[in-house]
């Protein structure tokens, strides 16, 4: 297939297999300047997690009353106190169908309080349905950590009233959603071909918040393949080789412009087309380890859909239901 992204994918490929790029500065400061501005109609499943004014972290709505977030995120303490963002459930809000990482007045936007934390305790990274989960957690000294943060990378919020759907607020659109066993085949299959023919793909887009210019921004990222992204994590410090990312839940993107996403925007998901006769776009994992904006050529990595499935079904005790 030749589309007007092989180009960049070339010269991205280029780079990935020669590891050997110059660590230039990025940061959350030039990133604001690189991505696209986007706007919330086109992605009305972005939403924010607020306390008291501070932003937590970008976040994905799945269901009226349900969101999934970073769990790295809630781990995060809040400034100048001793205590995390999870510790702070009655002062946390949901804010949905705004562009605006912080927003003073509400325009379109729907702001909910938090019901319950959920916060998934993954015990083995190779059996998907080995997992417990804490609600309303005090303290996570016993989660389980994988190289870089929470295991379960992804935590869901059950918010205190529905979200009501309209052109800015709307659920993703997750790949093939029945049951998470048919979104684990079907992201297979999706990965199966760009393993195969990495240079075969439309790039992906991840849209979340920048942090400097308050506004949503879109970042178009290509899928890496699992052995380049093991291997750019083993150069990036020998203790990943063999352990990180080791789980089949896992997988890389990395950016296609000059800088990729921070930790700010995990909670994000990513949005790609799939390789039905179709192909309309679907999201299928969320972002959960965005370690330096991609310096040194670390791609990120995100968590597959399916696992919000299995974590979403464990915790409501019914399947993810599509939306409008
Ligand atoms: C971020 O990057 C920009 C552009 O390279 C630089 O001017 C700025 O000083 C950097 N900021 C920080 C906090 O490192
Ligand atoms: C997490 O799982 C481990 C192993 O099963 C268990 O020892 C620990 O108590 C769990 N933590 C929580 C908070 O449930
Ligand atoms: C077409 O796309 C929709 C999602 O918009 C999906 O639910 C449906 O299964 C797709 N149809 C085919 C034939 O793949």
């Not at 400061?29 to 992605?43: E, P």
Request: glycine share 4%; aromatic share 10%.
């Amino acid at each position: 297939m030749v589309t007007s992204s092989s180009v960049p994918l070339m010269m991205f490929l280029a780079v990935t297999a020669t590891l050997s790029i110059v660590e230039c500065s990025r940061n959350e400061t030039y990133r604001a300047i690189v991505g696209h501005l986007t706007d919330i109609k086109s992605y009305p499943w972005l939403c924010s997690v607020i306390v008291s004014g501070n932003f937590v972290s970008a976040c994905t709505i799945i269901q009226p009353t349900w969101v999934v977030l970073s769990a790295d995120n809630l781990n995060r303490k809040f400034p100048n106190s001793e205590k995390y963002f999870f510790q702070y459930q009655f002062d946390m809000r949901v804010v949905s169908g705004s562009v605006r990482r912080i927003q003073k007045e509400a325009i379109a936007s729907q702001v909910k309080t938090v019901l319950r934390i959920y916060l998934g305790n993954l015990t083995n990274v190779l059996n998907p349905n080995d997992f417990s989960y804490a609600l309303n957690p005090q303290s996570l000294t016993n989660i389980a950590y994988d190289g870089y943060g929470i295991a379960m990378g992804v935590s869901l919020l059950e918010l205190g009233s529905p979200l009501k759907w309209s052109i800015y607020v709307s659920p993703a659109p997750f790949i093939n959603m029945k049951t998470a066993e048919n979104m684990e085949s079907k992201i297979r299959t999706f990965r199966e071909h760009l393993e195969e023919k990495p240079l075969d793909q439309t790039p992906c887009v991840v849209v979340s918040f920048s942090k400097f210019t308050n506004s949503m921004v879109e970042t178009e990222v290509a899928y890496v393949p699992i052995q380049a992204c093991k291997e750019a994590y083993c150069i990036h410090d020998p203790a990943n080789c063999l352990v990180y990312p080791k789980a089949e839940y896992l997988m890389c993107f990395k950016s296609l412009q000059f800088v990729d996403l921070c930790p700010s925007d995990r909670g994000a998901a990513v949005y790609c087309e799939n390789f039905d006769s179709n192909k309309s776009k679907q999201v299928v994992a969320i972002l959960t380890t965005a370690i330096n904006c991609g310096a040194k050529n670390l791609p990120c990595v995100y968590t597959s859909v399916e696992m919000v499935a299995r974590f979403f079904k464990r915790v409501a005790r019914r399947d993810l239901e599509p939306g409008p």
